[in-house]
C-alpha cells in the first residue's frame, strides 16, 4: 500500500505546487492521477519515485516513511517500485536483454558491473520476463531497432525485473499511437492482475485513465478535486479537475 498524506510542495517562484495532497493506493489497484497541464501531476510522481523532495507531508510505502527512509531501508523502498517513463529511458543501442539485467546493476558487486556478469539465475529470469511481455522474439534485438510499443515493453520488463509492489508509470503512453497505447495499458493491467502490482499512471488522456483504471484521483492547481471510482467522474467532476472558461472549480 502507498499513502500519501497531506503532501505539499513549492518552487521557489511557484507556491503551492501541490498543496496538502492525500490519498491512499491500495495493493493491487490501478490508479490514474489526473489533471489539466501545471496541475502537479509530474511533480506528484517525482516526490513518489524519490527524484524530488517535498516541503511537508508524508509518503508511506507499506509502513516506512519514504522521505525519512535512508541507507538500507530506503534501498528496500526503492527495491519495491518500478517506473516505467513516457519516453522509456533505455539504452538505445543495447540489446532488448541488456536493458532489463541492467535493472540488476545496483545489487552486483563492482567487478560483475564491469565484466557485465549477471548469472544465469538472472539472465533466465530476464528472458523469461521479455516473454512475459510479448518479446521472445526480440530478446537479443538491440533497442534502437525496436517499435515504440516494443521499447515501451522493454521498459516494463526491466522494471518487473525486481518485482515491485507498486508501478509508476508516467505518462506511458503518450509517446505512442492509439492503437499501441491501448496495447500497452492491456499489459499493464495484465501485470497489475497476474502479479497483483498496484500501478500509479500520470496521464493526459482521459478516456484511458477512466477504461483502465479501478481509481481516479483529480488534481486541479496542486489540491485533490476528486478522489474515486471512474464511473463517478460526471461532467461536475470533470469541471471541478479541468475548470471551465471563467468557472472556478
Ligand atoms: N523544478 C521546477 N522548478 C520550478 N517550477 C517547477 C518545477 N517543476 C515544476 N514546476 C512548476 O510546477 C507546476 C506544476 O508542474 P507539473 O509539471 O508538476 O504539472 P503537470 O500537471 O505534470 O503538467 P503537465 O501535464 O503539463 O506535465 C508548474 O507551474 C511548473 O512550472
Known amino acids: 500500500m502507498l499513502q500519501v498524506s497531506l503532501l505539499s510542495k513549492s518552487f521557489p517562484r ?37 527524484m524530488e523532495r517535498c516541503d511537508s507531508g508524508q509518503v508511506l510505502y507499506g509502513s516506512v516513511p519514504f522521505q ?11 527495491r519495491t517500485i518500478g ?32 565484466l557485465g556478469r549477471f548469472g544465469p539465475a538472472r539472465m533466465r529470469k530476464a528472458a523469461a520476463i521479455l516473454r512475459e511481455v510479448g518479446l521472445e ?16 515493453r522493454v521498459a516494463i520488463a526491466r522494471a518487473l525485473m525486481r518485482d515491485p509492489s507498486v508501478l509508476l ?5 503518450a509517446s505512442l499511437d492509439p492503437v499501441t497505447g491501448r496495447q500497452i495499458l492491456d499489459l499493464l493491467k495484465e501485470v497489475q492482475r497476474s502479479r497483483g502490482v498496484s500501478v500509479l499512471m500520470n496521464s493526459h488522456n482521459l478516456e484511458l485513465s477512466l477504461a483502465y483504471s479501478d481509481h481516479i484521483i483529480g488534481l ?3 489540491r485533490v478535486v476528486f478522489d474515486g471510482p471512474p464511473d463517478a467522474v460526471t461532467d461536475a467532476v470533470l469541471a471541478r479537475i479541468y475548470g471551465q472558461a471563467g468557472v472556478e472549480p
Open 169 to 173: 508509470a508516467d505518462e506511458p503512453v
Open 14 to 50: 511557484v507556491p503551492q505546487v501541490l498543496h496538502e495532497v492525500s490519498f491512499t493506493l491500495r495493493d493491487g489497484e490501478f490508479l490514474s492521477v489526473i489533471g489539466p497541464s501545471g496541475a502537479g501531476k509530474t511533480t506528484l510522481f517525482r516526490i513518489l519515485n524519490g
Open 83 to 114: 517506473t516505467i517513463y513516457q519516453d522509456f529511458c533505455l539504452v538505445e543501442n543495447s540489446t532488448a536483454m541488456q536493458n532489463v539485467l541492467n535493472a540488476c546493476l545496483p545489487e552486483l558487486s563492482l567487478a560483475a558491473v564491469l
Open 220 to 222: 486541479h492547481r496542486g
Open 137 to 152: 522474439d526480440k530478446l537479443e534485438e538491440p533497442v534502437k531497432r525496436l517499435s515504440g510499443g516494443q521499447k515501451q
Open 68 to 78: 525519512s527512509a535512508v541507507g538500507q531501508q530506503k534501498r528496500a523502498v526503492q
